[in-house]
C-alpha cells in the first residue's frame, strides 16, 4: 500500500516498527506531489496549459534535498537503536509564512522573494526534532492577507482538488490543498481570523486552531500578532492531536508563549461524549453583514446546507450519549468582522513597517533620490493589493485622531466576544458548555476570482471562525460531508481556553461514528485525474 | 467629527506616511475599498459599552513567560544576516540619503 | 538688558542602562568599540517572525533609577510600538513605554552654586530600546545595528532649569547619582547619557510658557552649559530686535561653538501608538517594589551631609570623598576600621590614595589596598611606628604586591626605632660627633636643629622617628 494512503500516526509507527523505511515515505510521497500538485508557486509563472490548470498547485518550493537530510537521520537513528521520534519519516509542509533556515521564506511575496532566514522557527524545529521529513513550503494569500489564497504574488495559486476551479480557501490554502490531496499527511499553518480552518473546511480536512500562546509564535511572520496561532492541518483528528503534540507547549523566546502544562491529546481522544454538553447557537445559522455604502447591517442566510451538516452532526453527537443544548446566545458573533477588520489591521500595518528594502528582501532596481523615495519605490512594487490595503486600513484606524473612535473601542468590543464565550463555557453559567458547535464557513469553496477583489466579501468568509481569535479560544473544523457540488462542508467546534483535549474528542467522536459514510468514500478531482502509482 | 468617507486628499496623505506609491487605478481601487470596509466597521462605534469593560489586548488572560536572565547569548552567525542585505558597504548596511534632514543653514 | 528676562530650559535625557544584555535580546547591551554589526542578532535587527523578551535586569534598574528620583514606580506598566520609518530603526517602529511608564512623576534635588537647592521635576521615567546608529559616508547612509536595542530610560523634565549653568549642575548631579546607584556608567562621550535641551525665553516673573528651541548634539556638560546659553541669548537679541522666536530643532557643533539650523519643527508625527501585543505587562509585586526602595542606598547629597555633620568634615572634602560612591563606603569603612580622626583619614585619602587611584585609574572599589590596609597603614604612622613617608609609600608597595603592610614593614626593615634608649644613644651619638655644630646651635643658630635630625635620620638609615628625635634633640641640647 502507497503510504500517501496512509494516515501520519499509521506512517510514523510503521517506519519506527521498522516496517517501512523513511526514504520510501519520501519518495512516495514526492512522486504524489509530481502527479498532482504541477508547477510550484512563482513570480513569473509562465501561461498555463489545460492540465496544469487541473493541478493542486499546493507548492511554492518543494525542498526534497532537505527532506532526504532528514529521512537518512531517521534512519540512521533507528539503526543504532535512538528514538526517531514520534513523527518519525512522516512528511510534513510547512505554510510559506514560517522562517525555517535552509528554504527561502517569502511569505507568499515578492518583497521577500529571496529571504533566506538565518534560523528556524520554533513549531517547525520541533517537528524536525519528532522526526518528520519537510517536504516543502506551502502557498498562502500574500502574508496570510485573504481567505482564498489567490492573492499570492507567487502563481498559480493552488487550486481546492476537491474541484481545481474554486478556491482552496486561505490563508493556509497551500497546506490544507496539499493534505487534502495526499501530498502530506501533516501540514503546519496559522490561523488569524480564520486561515487554518476555513481553508480546511473548504478542502474537505481537519484544522485546528489552538489557543492564543499554546504554540510558539516565534519565526512566525506576523500578521496580527495578537491574534496568530500556529496549528495543524491534517486528514484525520487523531493525526491533528498527534502534530499538535509535538507543537504545543512554551517557548522561552516568545513572551506571549503560554506556561500551562501540555497534556496528553492523544490519550484523551477515544474517551468518548457521553454527558459532554455540545452547545448551538442561533448566531451562527446567519451572518450580519453590512450594507458597503451605508454601513447598515442586515441578516444574510448562508448556504443551507451548512445549517444541516450541523443538524447533523448534533444528532450523531446525540447518538452517542452527548447532550446537545440549543439556543446558546452568542450576541456579540456579529462584531467579530468589523472588529477584525481593525485590530489586525493595526498590527499588521505596523508589523509590515519593516519591510523596506533595506535589510532583506526586494530592493527596487530603479534609481531612486533620497531613502524615502527607496522606501515608496520598493514598497510599491515589492507588495501586492492585499498588504498595500492593510497598511493603509491599519494607519488610518490608529491615527490619533482616530484611534479611540476605532482601535480602542473595537479593543473593548473584543471583550464582549470573549464574554460570550466565557458565558457559554462557565462551568457554573446558564449553558456549561464543552463545545460550541457552529459551520466553519458561511458557504462551500466558491470559484477562483468570484470574491477576489472585493475585500468585505472576501473578509467576511470568516465570520465564523474569526470569534475564536478575538476571544484566543481553541477551535476545530472537520469534514462534515459534501454540497450538492460536490464541495466539502466543514463544521467547527469551539472550547474553552486551553481544551484543545476536549474539542479533539468531540471531534474523533464524529469522526469515528461516521467513517463509513458515503460522503467519505468520494475521491478529490485532482486524485482522479492524476495518475497515483 | 469624524469624517465618514476617506477622501482622495486624505487617502494620498495616507500612502505617503505608509511610504507607499500607487498608481491611478490601485489609489481608486484601494480607496474604494477602504472606504467600504470603513463602512463595514461603522457599527463598532454604534456599540453601547459599559464603562467597565476594559480593551482585551489578547483574547485570553496571558500568562507567559516572566522577563528573562540578563545573560549574555550571542547569536552564532552575525555574518549570515549582514547577507541579507541588498546592498552592503564592508560590515555597513547602506541606503542612500535622506533628503530632508540636508541643512537648512543659518 | 538680560535682567528683564527669564530663561527657562526642560531637558530631555536618555540613560544608557548599564545591563549586560539589551532589553529585548541577549545581544551586549555595551559594544563600543566592536566592529560594526557584530553584536547584532534576529531580533534586534528586525528580521521577520522574531519577537521581543524582556531583560529582567532592566526592568529592575529602571524601577531603581524611579526610585532614587523619588518617582512613583507603577505595579503595573506596558509596552507600546511607537511607528516610524527610519534606517536606524529596523523593526519601522520603537519599543517604548507611551502612557502607563514604569515611573510617575519624580524630581532631583539639585544644589546650585550659590547654595540654593533647586527642586527639578520629572513628568515620567520610561524604558525603551535604542536605535542603531549610522554614519554618511560619500552620499551614502551606512547603518550600523550594534546598538539597537540597548535598554535606555527616558526622563523629561518640566521646565524648572532657568541658565546653562543650572542644567549643567542638573546633567552633573544625574551622572553622579547615576552612577551612585549602579545604573548607568553615564559616560557622555560614549553616549551613555544623551541630552536634548528645549530653551525659551520669558518676561522675568511671567509664568507663561513661550515658544522655544529644541537643541540636539551636546554631547558633554560643557556643551549643554555653552549651548543653552548661546541660544538663550540668541532669543534675547531676537525679541529685543523685535523678531519672534520660532519653533527650530538645533544643532550644536562643539568645534566651532555655534548652533545650526536643523529643521523646523513640524507638528509632531503620528506614531499612531499601541500597544506592544508581543511583550505582557510589566508587573512588580508590591513586595518587589518595596525591596527596591530599601535596596537604595544613601544617596550622594544626604551623604556629604551626614559627612559634615558626623566626621566634621568641610564642605569641599566632603563634596570630594562622596564624588563617586564606592570612595564613600572606602573612606566610611576605614574610618569605622581607624581609630584615627577621620580628619586624617580624609586627608590620607584626598591626597595620596587619590594620586595613586589617578595614577593607576582605578577606582576605589578596584584598588587591592583595602581600607583595613588603609587604617592600618595610618595607624602605624600615628603610633610612630613608621615615618610619614614611609607610610606613603607603603600605599603603592601594597597595592601592588597584594601583601598586607606589616608583612612589607616587617620584610623591608621598615620600622622606625622603638626602643627610646636606642634613640637616644644614636641622637647622643651625633651629637658627639658634631660638637661645632652643638657649638653654633648653643650660641644660638637654631635653624641647626633641622640638620641634626636630617643627621640622625642618615645615620638610622631613616628609621628614627622624626617627632620624637626633635623631642630628645632639644631636650638634649639644652643640657
New interface residues.
Partial sequence: MNSTALSALEIARRVRAGELSASQVLEEHLAQITAVDGISGQLDPPALTPLEEQKVHAFIQVTADLARLQAEQVEAKLTHGEDPGPLAGVPVSIKDI??VQGTT?T?GSRI?YN?R???T?TTVARLEQAGALILGKTNLDEFTYGSSSESSAFQPHPNNPWNTQHVTGGSSGGSAAAVAAHETPLSLGTDTGGSIRQPSAFCGVVGLKPTYGRTS??????F???LDCPGPLARTVSDAALMLQVLAGND?????SAIQPVPDYLAALAEGVRGLRIGISPDYDHIAYPDTKTGEMGIQAIQPEMNQAVREVAQVLASLGAEIVENVPMPNARHGIPTYFVISR??A??N?????G???GYRTQKPVQD??EL?RVTRAEGFGLQPKLRILMG?YV????H?AHY?QKALRVRSLIRADFERAFDPSGPYRLDALLTPTTPTTAFRRKEVLGDSVLMQYSDQMTVGANHAGIPAISIPAGLDKQGLPIGVQFFGNDFREDLILRVAYAYEQATLQADWRQVIPQALRTAEVK | MLPEKITREMFDKLVS?A?LELDEEESEYLRTELNHQLAAVKELSEIPIDEDIAPS??GID?Q????????????PD?DA??A?APET??????????A??S???? | MMTRYEIVVGLETHIQLN???KIFC???ADSWGA????????VC???????????????HKGALLAAAMHAEINPISYFD?K?Y?Y?DL????QITQFDEPIGKGGYLDVHMPDGSTRRVHIHKLHLEEDAGKT???A???????NRCGVPLVEMVTEPDLHSGEEAAQYLTELRQLLRWIGVSEADMERGHLRCDANVSIREAGSTVLNTKTEIKNMNSIDSIRQAITLEAQRQIEAVEAGQRVESYTL?WDADTGT?????SKETEA?Y?Y??E????S?VLSAEEIARIQTSLPELPYARKMRFIEEYQLSAYDADILTSERSLSDYYEEAVRLSGAAPKTISNWMMNDLTRLMNDLGKTAAELRLRPADLAKIIGLVENSKISPATGKALLKKVEESGRKPSEIVTAEGLSLIGDEDALRSQIEAVLSESPSEVASYKSGKESLLGWFVGQVMRRTGGKADPKRTRELLLELLKQ
Fill in positions: 514560517f522562517c521564506t511569505a521577500l529571504f532566514p538565518p534560523y522557527a509564535r516565534y519565526g512566525l511572520i506576523a496580527g500578532s495578537s522561552p523566546k516568545d513572551s506571549t493595526v498590527e500595518a505596523s509590515l513597517h519593516r519591510f523596506d533595506v535589510k532583506y531613502l524615502t522606501y494607519m490608529s491615527a490619533a485622531a484611534s482601535y | 506616511l511610504a489586548l489578547h496571558c507567559g513567560n516572566p522577563p528573562r536572565p540578563d545573560e549574555w547569548q550571542p547569536f552575525p544576516i549582514l541579507l558597504r564592508g560590515r555597513y548596511f547602506v541606503v542612500p540619503e535622506i530632508q534632514l541643512q537648512e543653514g543659518k | 545591563t549586560e544584555t541577549s545581544c551586549k566592529e560594526s554589526n557584530t553584536n547584532i542578532c534576529p535587527s528586525g528580521l521577520p517572525g522574531v519577537l521581543p523578551v524582556l531583560n529582567a535586569e532592566a526592568v510600538r511607528n520609518f534606517p529596523p523593526k519601522g517602529y554614519i554618511i559616508e552620499g551614502q547612509r551606512l547603518v550600523d545595528f544643532d548652533l545650526r539650523k536643523m529643521r503620528d499612531r499601541f500597544r501585543p508581543d511583550l505582557l510589566v
